[in-house]
């Protein structure tokens, strides 16, 4: 079966008569004919008969027809969309993508510097912020991906931001410590998250953890005030919460920022995004 033989199908149910399918689609009343010869074939099936007036769809046509039409219907998004990649380049991120401001501004200088193209930012909450997923062509991703078939950058780092609710006394304070999560619950998202247990010294290691999947399971344990929270510089910056309070933990490792995307296949102008997104990160580090 061929996306041909749907189309003249579809175009001889439309235009009424074979004559006027061969004209619509440039060719022969023969080639028509014989191409929806061929679906029939194909199916086993009569899907149309000639009648005195043009042609009449049998049963198994009018069944045919609705699929034909939908098959159709993808094969023209399918066009659309590669067209489309030509002029976006589209960036998955799990919780952040560069923080509120480097994101924008990203955008903003990629279009100036690449008339017609555009940067998409997708949010997806899996381990590859979309990349394995085909939902992006590059990702941002905060843990050092373990794929080797992933090309991979690192366009920066950023410091380690503790979240409490507002009420939270910790919250009151300019800065924190490691040594201030002691005794407390700590939600963590194994897959996504940059933060686990292993972070904190054994001496003053938080009482519990509670696993959450994605960033606004982690935002509404925190604005419950069941848990507190350690997170990125970015996440501070892109989803602020008036009930959320952001506090630096001074003494925490900070977190390197990795561009990903798969090494066989690269995007087009990748380097030129990891060159411009680096230099990005630079000016805010000397800002």
Same mark, same amino acid.
């Given at each position: 079966?061929?996306?041909?033989?749907?189309?003249?199908?579809?175009?001889?149910?439309?235009?009424?008569?074979?004559?006027?399918?061969?004209?619509?689609?440039?060719?022969?009343?023969?080639?028509?004919?014989?191409?929806?010869?061929?679906?029939?074939?194909?199916?086993?099936?009569?899907?149309?008969?000639?009648?005195?007036?043009?042609?009449?769809?049998?049963?198994?046509?009018?069944?045919?027809?609705?699929?034909?039409?939908?098959?159709?219907?993808?094969?023209?998004?399918?066009?659309?969309?590669?067209?489309?990649?030509?002029?976006?380049?589209?960036?998955?991120?799990?919780?952040?993508?560069?923080?509120?401001?480097?994101?924008?501004?990203?955008?903003?200088?990629?279009?100036?510097?690449?008339?017609?193209?555009?940067?998409?930012?997708?949010?997806?909450?899996?381990?590859?912020?979309?990349?394995?997923?085909?939902?992006?062509?590059?990702? /941002?991703?905060? #843990?050092?991906?373990?794929?080797? $078939?992933?090309?991979?950058? +690192?366009?920066?780092?950023? =410091?380690? *931001? %503790?979240?409490?609710?507002?009420?939270?006394?910790?919250?009151?304070?300019?800065?924190?410590?490691?040594?201030?999560?002691?005794?407390?619950?700590?939600?963590?998202?194994?897959?996504?998250?940059?933060?686990?247990?292993?972070?904190?010294?054994?001496?003053?290691?938080?009482?519990?953890?509670?696993?959450?999947?994605?960033?606004?399971?982690?935002?509404?344990?925190?604005?419950?005030?069941?848990?507190?929270?350690?997170?990125?510089?970015?996440?501070?910056?892109?989803?602020?919460?008036?009930?959320?309070?952001?506090?630096?933990?001074?003494?925490?490792?900070?977190?390197?920022?990795?561009? /990903?995307?798969? #090494?066989?296949?690269?995007?087009? $102008?990748?380097?030129?995004? +990891?060159?411009?997104?680096? =230099?990005? *990160? %630079?000016?805010?580090?000397?800002?």
């Amino acid at each position: 079966m061929e996306v041909r033989q749907l189309r003249a199908f579809v175009t001889v149910v439309d235009e009424g008569t074979f004559t006027d399918a061969a004209i619509a689609l440039r060719t022969s009343q023969a080639t028509v004919s014989r191409t929806v010869g061929a679906l029939e074939s194909e199916l086993g099936v009569r899907l149309v008969r000639r009648t005195g007036r043009g042609v009449a769809l049998t049963p198994e046509g009018r069944r045919a027809l609705s699929h034909a039409r939908r098959v159709l219907t993808e094969c023209e998004r399918l066009v659309a969309d590669v067209a489309q990649a030509e002029s976006q380049l589209r960036i998955g991120f799990a919780w952040a993508g560069l923080g509120r401001h480097n994101t924008g501004m990203l955008q903003r200088r990629w279009t100036q510097a690449y008339p017609g193209s555009s940067l998409v930012f997708v949010h997806a909450s899996t381990p590859t912020a979309g990349l394995s997923e085909g939902l992006a062509d590059v990702a /941002v991703t905060r #843990r050092e991906p373990r794929d080797q $078939r992933m090309g991979r950058a +690192v366009i920066g780092v950023e =410091a380690r *931001y %503790a979240a409490f609710s507002r009420d939270d006394p910790l919250s009151r304070r300019r800065t924190v410590r490691l040594a201030d999560f002691a005794g407390r619950v700590v939600g963590i998202d194994l897959k996504t998250g940059t933060t686990t247990v292993d972070l904190f010294p054994a001496d003053t290691a938080p009482a519990g953890a509670r696993e959450v999947h994605g960033i606004e399971e982690w935002l509404a344990l925190i604005e419950s005030g069941e848990a507190c929270g350690m997170t990125t510089e970015a996440t501070a910056r892109q989803h602020t919460r008036p009930s959320v309070a952001y506090r630096r933990v001074v003494d925490a490792p900070s977190v390197p920022v990795w561009l /990903v995307w798969w #090494r066989d296949d690269p995007p087009a $102008r990748v380097r030129e995004l +990891v060159a411009m997104a680096t =230099a990005l *990160y %630079a000016e805010t580090d000397a800002d």
